[in-house]
Structures are given as C-alpha cells and as structure tokens.
C-alpha cells in the first residue's frame, strides 16, 4: 500500500485507481463517526415529547432504515463511478443540469457548517463557564471553524486513516457508551417508555425528521464513497456504520430531554456527573462533521467552476461557515431539516431510477466532462429529469404541509423514480419517431 499522504487536487475527475484505498473497516467508522454528534442529539430531541419514547425510538429505527438504504444505494454509484455525488447527477440532469443541485447543496452545506460550529460553540463555552466560570462562544466558533476548515483542506484519506481511525472513533464510543450507562443507572427509562406523548407531532412526521439526517449526506457520500476499493464493502461499511451511530444518537437525544425534564441538550450533559467531560470528548469528536460540510461544499463548488483550486474554496466555505455562525438562530432546525429532505429525496428518486433501471447501472465516465456529448441533452441540460424532480420536491412540499401524518419521504421518492422512468421512456419513445420519420 502506498503511504498516506494528502491527497492531491484531482478536483472532480475521477479518483485514480491507487488512490482507492477505502475498505469496509474505513466506511465503518467513517460513517459511524458522520452519524455522531450533538446536532444528531439535538435531532433526537425534536421528537419527545410529541412522539411517546416508545414511538419516538421505533421512528428512529424505521426511519434509518429507510434513510440509510438511500444513502448507501448513491454511495454504490459513487463507488462505480470514483467520481463526486454533483458529478454523477450530470447523466440523469445534463452537465448544466447538475449545476443546480450543486448550488442548492452549496447552500445546505453551508448551513449545516455553521450549524455544527454553532452546537460545539454552545458546548464548549458550557463547559468553560462551568469550569472556570469564564464565556466566549465567538471566540470558541472561530476555533472550531479554523480547525474544521485545516480538516477540509487535509481530505477524506488523512481525516479517516489519521484521524477518526486512530483516535476520534475510540473515544467517543467510549463516552456514549458510558452517557447510556448512566441514564439507565439513575433513572427509570422503563417507566419513560410507557409515558404517553403529547400528540403534536405524528409518528410519520417524525419518521421523516429521523430520515432527514442520512438524507442530508445524500448531496455527498459520493465524495467520500469514490475513494473505495470495493463497492459492496463500502455499501455495508456505509449502511451498518451510519445506522449504529443514527439510531444510537437520537435515541440519546430523546432520552436526555425526557429523563432530565429539560429541552436544553447542553445544559442536560452538563448537569450529569462528569457529564463536562462527556460533553467535551463528543464535542471534539463533532469536528468530522462540519469538516465534510466544508470539504464537500469545495467540491460541489468544483462541480460548477472546476478550474478553482479545491483548498481555497474549502477555506472560503469555512470563513462564511463561521461568518453565518456568528449571526444565526438555531430555532428554525427543525425546518432546516425538513426542507432539505424536500429537495434531496426526489432527486435521489431520479437519480436511482436512472441509474439502476433504465442505464442499467452503466453510466459513461468519460462523457461526464464532455460539453457537446452524450450527457449535453439541449443546452447542457436535460428538461424530462428536471421535470420530474420538480414534481417530486412538489410532492414532498404538498404531503408535508397538508397530509402530515402520511410522511413525504416514501411518497416524494416513488412519485420522483415513477415519473423519470416515463418521461425518460417517453423522450426516446419521441426520439425513435423523428429518426423513423
């Protein structure tokens, strides 16, 4: 094997086969470690007290389930095709086409950067005002976007084989292991699981706020999933990896609300024994997370100027990162959360039926950078797929506003992959007659 070193700028040509270097074990705790952190807490304790325990934790499982086959499933195509996740939209959308869902991806990211940077800013000044009685959350954000950003600019093969590998991975498993311990030690989470929820939130909504988080990566594993050495070892070091963690996370999050009678996540860690220690090895951990909303919104970035050099662009997504960290509520997750799933489950519902049944898992990698070729469509961009996106994210927004109980994740995605499989069947359908005619 060849020895680790950053990896370089090949921007979003395909990875070169010797730099493939990722196995099962690799994804495992690639996605165990993505699936960790305080916002997938803070996730889990959006669903309690609407959704009793009982419910809540059965939401969390079936909606991982299904979240999670999404993301490992475009993971595969980014396995097969060693390119990023933007990239390989440019079959199914047109190379044009993709640059839409690019800029919309450049935008979550960046949400979900400065996010991150907000939790582990709120996390550590707890932990320095219980320490040392001593607050700063400005100057702590501007830590841990700096640290995220060096992350970013370092790469997937340097995060994973030095980093999560050897150290990050060990220790917080080790401190959530002990934080669901302790719950069950000292309070009565028996009793937690036959309380009654409240009713404001229905079990399939809160299906959907479990799906949103795998679907959030949806928009990047391919980034991350291009450097495998083998496509089904990455699809199950991805899938088992990623609902360990997922499931695990948002159960605690409920559980830490219910048990301490608190909505504050920060202040319920804070408040156990050793709980500052807990809270700040998470908290040190939680830097992978916003490292890959940098890194990949540098590369979907690429995507739509791929002359620019990779590095910069991950230190000019970091600084806006923190910028909008400085400036932004944390109220509005819960609708950042839904609105993403909104855009990213339908187009993944085109993506897969294009993919898996009518290309037939064959996509041209040459052609993906070829203006003129067999992905330019008209104009660069192909109007039957967009279309159909269109009507899926429709569908996603109608469901969620006016038939919540029902869920919009399953619905939007079937609607999304139905439609493309007609209209794709149609446009050759009308191909085959022009050149008959």
Request: glycine residues 8%.
């Amino acid at each position: 094997m060849l020895p680790l070193q950053t990896p370089p700028e090949w921007g979003i040509e395909p990875v070169p086969q010797e730099h493939r270097l990722l196995g099962f074990l690799d994804y495992f705790v690639l996605w165990a470690d993505l699936g960790v952190g305080l916002l997938v807490l803070l996730a889990g304790t959006l669903l309690v007290p609407g959704l009793g325990l009982g419910q809540a934790l059965l939401a969390i499982v079936l909606g991982t389930l299904i979240g999670n086959l999404l993301l490992a499933a475009a993971g595969v195509i980014g396995s097969n095709t060693a390119v990023p996740t933007m990239v390989m939209l440019r079959p199914v959308l047109g190379i044009r086409g993709s640059y839409l869902p690019s800029l919309l991806n450049i935008v979550q990211l960046i949400g979900w950067g400065a996010f991150e940077i907000i939790i582990m800013a709120q996390a550590a000044d707890g932990i320095t005002q219980t320490l040392f009685g001593y607050s700063n959350r400005l100057l702590w954000a501007a830590v841990f976007a700096a640290f995220s950003t060096l992350l970013a600019v370092g790469g997937p093969l340097l995060v994973v084989r030095q980093w999560l590998e050897k150290f990050a991975v060990w220790l917080v498993l080790a401190t959530t292991a002990w934080l669901t311990w302790y719950l069950f030690a000292h309070y009565d989470v028996i009793a937690l699981l036959h309380q009654a929820g409240t009713g404001e939130l229905s079990f399939w909504l809160g299906v959907d706020l479990v799906v949103a988080m795998p679907v959030s990566w949806l928009p990047l594993v391919a980034d991350y999933n291009r450097f495998a050495r083998h496509t089904g070892r990455a699809f199950w070091g991805t899938y088992l990896g990623y609902f360990l963690s997922n499931v695990w996370f948002y159960a605690l999050g409920a559980l830490l609300v219910l048990a301490l009678q608190t909505t504050d996540l920060i202040a319920a860690i804070t408040s156990l024994a050793a709980g500052w220690l807990a809270l700040l090895i998470i908290l040190t951990d939680e830097t992978d997370n916003a490292f890959a909303d940098i890194y990949s919104a540098a590369v979907s970035s690429q995507n739509i100027v791929p002359k620019a050099r990779q590095r910069w662009l991950a230190v000019g997504s970091g600084a806006i990162c923190f910028l909008l960290a400085a400036i932004l509520p944390i109220a509005q997750y819960e609708g950042f959360l839904l609105l993403i799933g909104s855009f990213f489950v339908p187009l993944f519902g085109v993506l897969a039926a294009d993919y898996f049944v009518l290309r037939r898992r064959r996509y041209q990698v040459d052609e993906l950078y070829r203006p003129q070729g067999r992905y330019w469509y008209r104009q660069g961009v192909n109007l039957w797929a967009v279309a159909a996106w269109a009507l899926g994210v429709a569908a996603y927004q109608f469901i969620a506003r006016s038939l919540p109980w029902l869920g919009a994740t399953i619905p939007s995605f079937v609607i999304a992959f139905v439609l493309q499989w007609l209209l794709a069947n149609f446009r050759f359908q009308i191909a085959d007659f022009r050149l008959r005619v």
